[in-house]
């Protein structure tokens, strides 16, 4: 800072004395800032005190030697930030003034100082100093009198300041992202770039959205620094004066365009992370410069000027690359049709140098790998853009293809040869270089060739390169990996360079091909060659099978030239091939030039380096060597190929790598070998080498035989004479050479046998004999070399020894001899031809009869393949095939392992299986019961009863396999050379198994279609286990019992219900008369159905004696109850199956099981509970068969259903027996809900009605299951009538006890008392709404429901009566209800039984319920049910009464005598009513009582209410009927002192009262007005007669005193009550007393009397009778 400040003070001494002179007043500050310098004590204050204005006037002068030293003050004190921001805008004016001025030495100096500024603090203050200070620079740069001096330096000071500039944006911009310093963003990232794409000013480029949305670009600007924004407003004016437009911001109006985008190209070049971070730079970059570039690219039209010159195309071409290459992630768009322009400009007719620019530039693309792989990921592999890597390869294909149509073709290519030559030495042929017109115009055209085929070339090696990373990634597998099995692409690498493997292989092979085609240069023929190799080798490390293929022939097309294509190529040859040596072998047309021999090279190259995954283009390789091989073999041959074989030779030695094996031939060797003796060497070590091959190239090896062999197959089927005789020659040269590897590699015979097989195989179905005789020798000399082999003999040897084996080398073993053996029998089983499937039989015939005592693992094939010889429908082979299994099963059971004893008796069951000869069955069936006896050898005598049940191991198995799987494991355990052994004494568990198997064999015979083979099978069973029962384990018979005879029940349970039930014809036995005669079949057999269900029944049988046989032991099973459950699922699916026969017997079996043991005590109560679980079942299915035989059934059902209740009652439990009450109930739904065949099955039905009534009885609960009598109970309600329509639904029916009453009120007007009235009196027409609303169906259903209701309402009312009284009081709300429901039948049905049973047993429980009274204790309990109870009983009274009693019915619908009947039970009814229930002490509640009195009122008032025109209508009894209501209602309202007037007597009398008075002022008024509008005419007798009862009653009724208190009788009147205490009063007299008053003129004389005694009462009521005139 001293040095500083001492420097600063010089320069004023030195400004002081120059300016001492002319201008003093420049010198006295110069002093005076001396003086505040020393003053000053850092750069601070020098700024605070304002210095530079010293010098700013020390330029002011313009003088050079002033200007200077104030210039260089000036830029000391910025250099030291002694400049305050405020004086920047004076310094800028200053230089702006200086740069006027011509002196050299001041415009440097004032470029200085512009540099100076954008150095210093002052950059970020103030935009438009900076723009002016920018102005200086370009202003000096255009000035033309300015020196060159001053226009670079000018130059270098914009471009150094341009720089500064985005130094600055991206220090303050991207500083503020990683930082996270922008206020409103805060910093939670992990990573500085993740911060940097979470700020605001970060834009993801790629989204569209982002990109073209203003309102974002908006708001960018104003997130951005100031550097920023000079940033952005710098680059713009730079970019329109690019353009040739003028700047903005910039204070210039013109400016060079190569220097513009030469400064724009710098910014996009180095500061490409502001244009990736900034929205707003990404948008001038993507609108403006993006739009400046395609301007300046256009070739349709003539730029002029300076836009037109090449230095401005290149400049923009090297800007458009720098573009593309760092920016075509986030510029999609723009970099997209960059490329498509550049693309088609190699198309257009433009300058041969632009052209070259062009080719440059997409060359420069090609050859670097990273900018290539992001132009095709994000163009090509994007299906929205356009593939402009493709594109560009087309381009380069273009370019090369043109040398086809140019006549200068050949100087071209020589040429193109030449500049490869000259880059190989290291010299590079530019544009520039001297040279004649002629001479360029040439090599012009070369070298676009050659930058073409530059560029593909670089796109191959850029897939060579991207393949190797993929493989260094982990993404692919190296194609030195032994594993060659391709795997789905995964990784980003691998999916990159397939895609690029396949949109662009064929444009590169045609390129490269055409160029080796055409070119002779060594140079140029080793670089494509390089292509070739390293292309292939990709696609085989990419497993591209098409493009590999393509390049391997193509490839393989330049090893071997034929003279003539030669000829047609090139018809003269060039220098260079004149001048080589041509080894020819003129017999066979074939010419090697060095060209084969390169090619050659690389083919075996890319053979060694892709042995492992050539895969099948190792054809094409073969097809190569296979063409010389002809040729060496030829007659023909010359000597002249010696030499070349040799290098051949000694190249394939030293490519595969065996010369430690074989010698390298030398010039003194080589006389030893002829040329046939060189090539056949040549030939065989191809396949001897194998030996030291890996095992996936042999196998590569020999798929590429086995293709050769199958297209010389497809090219001999359509061809003739010598044509197809090379082929047939090609398919034995395969055969041979396929053996011969076979031979060769029997060390590891293992990993190729299939493959070689396999060949064999597919040689068999050709359609020659010949050649299918070949591969049958082929493969018998195939499997005799395994089998002879030194590796096969020392494994048996050991199993014969030592009876033991590694049990790795045990699998191996197994697995490898079931390989050889296998072709036999999948030729066999593939194979169409007779003649090779006997072939096959016979050669298993031969290897059983020498080999046989070899063969441990393959015997399963073996026994399959006869197995499947007895499913072939070759009837000639079965016999073949049966005589195979003889000899088996009579020479090699005792030598077989015992492990595949069970398959042997499996496929002699096959045998019995097949439908060719029933004989053969037979037989089969006879070797199975001989081979039982054998077996049975093995098990131990013991009964059952000796059977240590403890020792026994309670083991399950789900199937078959489990169990055969388990014996065989312990069998296993056991000494391996004793599953070796002799077998000629079984153990128990190999017995135990085998037996199992011959089990097996007869439950697949049980389902036999073939009756006597079935039949046989199911005898044979059961008499087997019936004979050796006695010796069978616990274990055994487990399984005997699941896994044969109860699945055997179900085979043919299924088979007998899903048979035919179509008539047969018996055998036809003749014709007679011209038709046919065939042979009786008894009608009990004439059906599949019914000889399935004669075999069922042998089942059940069979089943059945062994229960009675063996029971007491199989109830000691583990597995007992699953079998019980499963008989008893066979006995409800025989039920339903459809044949009465068959269900007669099940039912039959279950009983007899059941009794015959339930009295020995073997019967447990989960037995018992299943069997009621049957019968339950059983009734809720729908039978199949007639309605007769389920009646039949059901009554079976029943009958042992009691019968099982009265053996074993004292077993019930209350679950057991509501379940007992379920079955009951489905019996009875069954008879009850008729078919529609009811009449016919009447008398079925009466027989069921029958037995179920018989039944019910026995069925009443004991003293353990009183509690379950409502239930037993209600199940019985449910079958009255009016609930049978709800039988089908499930519910509970104690939970119905919602009921819905109709319930009216009192009627106070005798406008409502009419219309009840006159609804009540509609006729009633019996049967007839309710039989024409149902179908025929549901009126028959209703019938019978009426009939069974009728019967079982005595029954029910009985059992009600004998019921318990708790569980009794339980019931009765519901038992009155359903009574109530059959009562009201009477309404629909007046002649029917129904109600009047219904009725009586009604009055029956009534008098029950009245008489016996309730107790407390059930009172307390019961106080729900108790207030549910009165509702129904008022319901029913309601209902009954009201709505049936005393009603009209149609004359001639009901006889007199039931008329007077269903009087005389209404009567009954009533009486009950009014004399027992409402005089009874009850606890009812007052609106029940209410309503009870209510219904005699609402009875009582039908006669009063009718108009007189429809009251004499009224028959007699109904009248009578109304008039009974209305004198039980004085009975209820009157005093006597006998009856018994407890409180709810007291309250039934108050509630009668009221009605009764009110009825009688009805009835009074009524008739008064009748007798008034009749006037001299006379009333009806019903209505005089019913007004003479009510004035007798109203006369002879008293009424209660505590009654009394009722009635609305003034106070004063109650005055005069009689004195006497406890006396009834005729008080109701007083109300009516008005109505007396007017009826005493009545015309009736009755009438009149009756009233006269009334008032008379009424005066004595009041006291008056002894009142007389004296009183007053």
């Known amino acids: 800072m001293m040095a500083f400040m001492a420097a600063i003070e010089a320069d004023l001494r030195s400004l002081s004395a120059e300016a001492r002179r002319r201008h003093p007043a420049l010198k006295d500050a110069a002093e005076h800032a001396i003086l505040k310098l020393r003053s000053s004590s850092g750069a601070k204050e020098i700024a605070q005190n304002d210095l530079v204005r010293i010098f700013l006037m020390a330029c002011e002068v313009k003088s050079v030697k002033l200007s200077v030293i104030g210039l260089s003050c000036i830029q000391k004190l910025l250099s030291n930030d002694a400049v305050l921001s405020s004086s920047l805008g004076d310094v800028v004016s200053m230089l702006k003034n200086h740069a006027e001025i011509a002196d050299e030495v001041v415009q440097l100096k004032t470029l200085q100082t512009v540099l100076m500024i954008f150095q210093s603090h002052l950059y970020?203050?103030?935009?438009?100093?900076?723009?002016?200070?920018?102005?200086?620079?370009?202003r000096l740069l255009e000035n033309t009198r300015s020196s060159d001096s001053v226009h670079n330096t000018a130059a270098a000071t914009f471009r150094q300041a341009v720089a500064l500039t985005f130094d600055n944006v991206t220090a303050t911009e991207l500083h503020l992202i990683e930082k996270g310093g922008h206020p409103n963003q805060p910093s939670q990232s992990s990573t500085p770039i993740d911060d940097v794409r979470r700020h605001p000013r970060f834009c993801i480029y790629r989204s569209p959205e982002n990109v073209h949305n203003p309102d974002l670009s908006e708001a960018s600007?104003?997130?951005?620094?100031?550097?920023?924004?000079?940033?952005?407003?710098?680059?713009?004016?730079?970019?329109?004066?690019?353009?040739?437009?003028?700047?903005?911001?910039?204070?210039?109006?013109?400016l060079q365009r190569t220097f513009s985008l030469d400064i724009v190209d710098f910014i996009l070049s180095n500061y490409v992370a502001?244009?990736?971070?900034?929205?707003?730079?990404?948008?001038?970059?993507?609108?403006?410069?993006?739009?400046?570039?395609?301007?300046?690219?256009?070739?349709?039209?003539?730029?002029?000027?300076?836009?037109?010159?090449?230095?401005?195309?290149?400049?923009?071409?090297?800007?458009?690359?720098?573009?593309?290459?760092?920016?075509?992630?986030?510029?999609?768009t723009e970099c997209e049709v960059f490329l498509n322009v550049l693309v088609k400009a190699t198309a257009l007719d433009i300058s041969l140098w632009h052209r070259i620019l062009v080719l440059e530039v997409l060359r420069g693309f090609c050859v670097d790998a990273s900018t290539l792989r992001i132009l095709y990921q994000t163009f090509d592999m994007d299906p929205r853009n356009t593939n402009v890597v493709e594109n560009m390869a087309n381009a380069f294909a273009r370019v090369v293809s043109s040398v086809q149509v140019h006549d200068s073709a050949d100087e071209s290519l020589a040429a193109v040869a030449g500049m490869f030559s000259s880059k190989a030495k290291g010299i590079e042929w530019s544009l520039e270089?001297?040279?004649?017109?002629?001479?360029?115009?040439?090599?012009?055209?070369a070298h676009a060739i050659t930058l073409a085929i530059e560029g593909l070339l670089g796109v191959v090696f850029t897939i060579a390169t991207l393949t190797d990373e993929a493989v260094e990634a982990g993404e692919l597998e190296s194609p030195k990996c032994t594993t060659s099995l391709p795997r789905e692409p995964a990784g980003i690498t691998t999916i990159l360079c397939l895609a690029m493997v396949e949109s662009m292989w064929l444009i590169i092979l045609d390129s490269l091909s055409l160029i080796l085609t055409r070119s002779h240069g060594e140079a140029i023929m080793l670089e494509i060659l390089k292509g070739y190799q390293a292309f292939t080798q990709a696609c085989g490390v990419l497993h591209a099978v098409e493009p590999l293929n393509s390049f391997l022939a193509s490839l393989c097309k330049f090893t071997i030239c034929v003279p003539g294509e030669a000829e047609k190529k090139s018809s003269q040859p060039s220098s260079a091939s004149k001048k080589s040596e041509l080894l020819v072998d003129q017999k066979e047309g074939i010419v090697l030039t060095p060209k084969n021999v390169q090619a050659l090279r690389t083919l075996f190259n890319v053979s060694h380096r892709l042995h492992n995954i050539l895969g099948a283009s190792w054809v094409l390789v073969l097809e190569t060597v296979a063409t010389l091989d002809r040729a060496i073999h030829s007659p023909h041959a010359s000597t002249q190929v010696t030499l070349l074989c040799m290098h051949m030779l000694e190249l394939y030695l030293f490519t595969h790598e065996v010369s430690a094996s074989v010698p390298r031939l030398t010039r003194e060797t080589s006389g030893q070998y002829t040329d046939f003796s060189i090539l056949s060497s040549l030939d065989s070590k191809l396949f001897e080498s194998s030996a030291l091959m890996d095992v996936a190239a042999v196998k590569s090896l020999l798929s590429a035989l086995h293709m050769l062999s199958n297209q010389s197959i497809s090219v001999s089927s359509g061809g003739l004479g010598q044509s197809s005789s090379l082929q047939l020659s090609n398919i034995s040269f395969s055969v041979e050479r396929t053996i011969l590897i076979l031979e060769n590699n029997l060390h590891r015979v293992e990993s190729l046998w299939d493959q070689v097989v396999s060949h064999f195989l597919e040689l068999n179905k050709n359609p020659s004999l010949h050649v299918r005789s070949v591969a049958l020798d082929a493969l018998d000399r195939s499997v005799c070399s395994v089998l002879a082999s030194d590796k096969f003999q020392n494994a048996e040897l050991n199993f014969r020894q030592c009876g033991t084996m590694i049990e790795d080398e045990d699998l191996a073993s197994s697995m490898f001899e079931r390989s050889v053996l296998s072709p036999i029998r999948y030729l066999y089983t593939s194979s169409q031809a007779l003649d090779v499937r006997s072939g096959c039989l016979k050669i298993l015939l031969h290897v059983l009869e020498r080999h046989a005592e070899k063969l441990y693992f393959s015997w399963t094939e073996i026994l399959e393949m006869l197995r499947s010889v007895a499913s072939a429908s070759e009837k000639d082979l079965i016999p073949l095939g049966f005589q195979s299994v003889r000899?088996?099963?009579?020479?090699?059971?005792?030598?077989?392992?015992?492990?595949?004893?069970?398959?042997?008796?499996?496929?002699?069951?096959?045998?019995?299986?097949?439908?060719?000869?029933?004989?053969?069955?037979?037989?089969?069936?006879?070797?199975?019961?001989?081979?039982?006896?054998?077996?049975?050898?093995?098990?131990?005598?013991?009964?059952?009863?000796?059977?240590?049940?403890?020792?026994?191991?309670?083991?399950t198995y789900d199937t078959m396999s489990d169990k055969l799987e388990n014996i065989q494991d312990e069998s296993e355990r056991k000494p391996t050379g004793e599953s070796r052994g002799d077998n000629s004494s079984l153990s128990s568990v190999h017995s135990n198994k085998l037996l199992l198997s011959v089990f097996s064999i007869f439950r697949k015979l049980g389902a036999d279609e073939r009756p006597e083979v079935r039949n046989a099978v199911i005898r044979t069973l059961f008499q087997t286990l019936g004979s050796y029962g006695q010796k069978l384990s616990r274990k055994m018979w487990e399984d005997c019992l699941w896994t044969y005879v109860f699945p055997i029940l179900d085979d043919v349970n299924h088979l007998a219900t899903t048979s035919s039930r179509d008539e047969w014809q018996g055998k036809e036995l003749g014709t007679r008369r011209g038709k046919a005669v065939h042979m009786l079949i008894h009608h009990s057999r004439n059906t599949a159905q019914?000889?399935?269900?004669?075999?069922?029944?042998?089942?059940?049988?069979?089943?059945?004696?062994?229960?009675?046989?063996?029971?007491?032991?199989?109830?000691?099973?583990?597995?007992?109850?699953?079998?019980?459950?499963?008989?008893?699922?066979?006995?409800?699916?025989?039920?339903?199956?459809g044949s009465k026969e068959v269900a007669f017997a099940a039912i039959s079996c279950l009983q007899t099981t059941v009794m015959s043991n339930c009295a020995k005590g073997n019967i447990s109560v989960s037995q018992l509970k299943s069997i009621l679980d049957v019968y339950e079942l059983v009734l809720q299915r729908s039978p199949s068969y007639t309605s007769t035989a389920a009646h039949k059934v059901t009554q079976e059902i029943l009958t042992g259903l009691g019968s099982l209740f009265v053996e074993a009652r004292l077993m019930f439990n209350n679950d057991m027996y509501a379940q007992l009450l379920v079955i009951l109930q489905l019996a009875i739904r069954r008879s009850v809900v008729p078919?529609?065949?009811?009449?016919?099955?009447?008398?079925?039905?009466?027989?069921?009605?029958?037995?179920?009534?018989?039944?019910?009885?026995?069925?009443?609960?004991?003293?353990?299951?009183?509690?379950?009598?409502?239930?037993?109970?209600?199940?019985?309600?449910?079958?009255?009538?009016?609930?049978?329509?709800?039988?089908?639904?499930?519910?509970?029916?104690?939970?119905?006890?919602?009921?819905?009453?109709?319930?009216?009120?009192?009627?106070?007007?005798?406008?409502?008392?009419?219309?009840?009235?006159?609804?009540d009196v509609d006729l009633i027409v019996p049967n007839q709404v309710a039989r024409n609303s149902l179908s025929p169906k549901d009126a028959a259903a209703c019938g019978s429901a009426n009939v069974f209701g009728e019967k079982l309402i005595p029954v029910v009312v009985e059992m009600f009566i004998r019921a318990p009284e708790t569980e009794r009081e339980i019931t009765l709300p519901e038992f009155l209800h359903c009574l109530g429901r059959c009562m009201s039948t009477r309404r629909d049905n007046p002649s029917g039984r129904l109600w009047r049973l219904a009725a009586e047993g009604f009055n029956h429980v009534m008098v029950d319920v009245v008489t016996r009274g309730k107790s407390d204790e059930i009172e307390k309990k019961n106080l729900i049910l108790r207030s549910r109870l009165w509702k129904e009983v008022a319901d029913i009274y309601d209902t009954f009464l009201v709505g049936s009693c005393g009603r009209v019915i149609a004359s001639g619908a009901l006889s007199a005598e039931t008329l007077s009947a269903d009087e005389s039970l209404e009567i009954a009814i009533l009486n009950n009513l009014g004399d027992l229930v409402l005089k009874a002490q009850l606890d009812s509640p007052f609106d029940n009582l209410e309503r009870l009195v209510s219904v005699l009122d609402r009875c009582a008032s039908r006669t009063g209410s009718l108009p007189l025109e429809t009251v004499s209508l009224l028959p007699p009894r109904c009248s009578r009927f109304s008039l009974s209501c209305l004198l039980k209602l004085f009975s209820l309202a009157s005093y006597a002192l006998e009856d018994s007037w407890h409180t709810t007597r007291i309250e039934v009398s108050r509630i009668s009262i009221r009605f009764l008075m009110n009825r009688s002022n009805i009835i009074l008024n009524q008739y008064l007005r009748d007798e008034n509008d009749l006037g001299e005419s006379t009333l009806p007798t019903v209505r005089t007669k019913e007004l003479v009862h009510v004035l007798k009653e109203l006369a002879r009724m008293i009424v209660h005193p505590d009654v009394e208190s009722v009635l609305s009788i003034p106070e004063h009147l109650k005055e005069n009550k009689s004195n006497e205490k406890g006396v009834g009063r005729r008080s109701h007299l007083l109300l009516l007393f008005p109505s007396f008053c007017e009826l005493v003129s009545s015309r009736e004389s009755r009438v009149r009397e009756l009233v006269q005694v009334l008032l008379r009462l009424v005066v004595s009521e009041l006291g008056l009778e002894k009142l007389g005139l004296t009183c007053f």
């Open 433 to 445: 270089n001297d040279a004649s017109n002629a001479t360029v115009v040439v090599a012009s055209e």
């Open 1090 to 1137: 019914k000889q399935w269900d004669e075999t069922l029944v042998l089942v059940l049988s069979g089943i059945t004696r062994l229960l009675r046989s063996f029971f007491p032991f199989l109830q000691t099973l583990d597995n007992f109850s699953g079998a019980w459950e499963r008989l008893l699922h066979f006995v409800k699916d025989s039920i339903s199956n």
């Open 124 to 138: 970020h203050e103030n935009e438009e100093n900076l723009s002016k200070a920018l102005g200086i620079c370009l």
């Open 887 to 955: 000899v088996i099963m009579n020479d090699e059971l005792s030598t077989i392992p015992i492990q595949y004893l069970d398959t042997c008796i499996e496929v002699t069951g096959s045998y019995g299986e097949q439908q060719a000869d029933l004989n053969i069955s037979l037989t089969a069936i006879g070797l199975l019961w001989t081979s039982s006896d054998f077996i049975a050898k093995g098990l131990r005598d013991k009964t059952i009863g000796d059977m240590d049940t403890g020792g026994i191991r309670n083991v």
């Open 1235 to 1319: 078919s529609e065949s009811i009449d016919a099955e009447f008398g079925n039905v009466q027989s069921m009605y029958r037995t179920i009534f018989e039944v019910i009885p026995m069925l009443c609960p004991e003293d353990h299951l009183s509690s379950m009598w409502p239930q037993l109970l209600e199940k019985l309600l449910t079958f009255l009538p009016g609930s049978w329509s709800s039988l089908g639904d499930e519910k509970d029916e104690t939970n119905s006890t919602a009921k819905i009453h109709d319930s009216e009120g009192l009627r106070d007007d005798s406008s409502n008392a009419q219309r009840n009235a006159l609804s």
């Open 221 to 254: 600007a104003e997130n951005l620094s100031k550097s920023g924004k000079l940033g952005v407003c710098l680059l713009e004016d730079l970019t329109a004066l690019a353009s040739g437009g003028s700047a903005v911001w910039l204070p210039v109006h013109s």
């Open 274 to 332: 502001v244009f990736r971070s900034l929205v707003l730079y990404e948008q001038v970059l993507r609108h403006q410069i993006c739009s400046l570039l395609m301007n300046s690219l256009r070739t349709n039209v003539e730029l002029e000027g300076e836009a037109g010159e090449p230095a401005f195309r290149r400049l923009v071409l090297k800007t458009v690359a720098h573009v593309i290459k760092l920016y075509s992630s986030s510029l999609v």
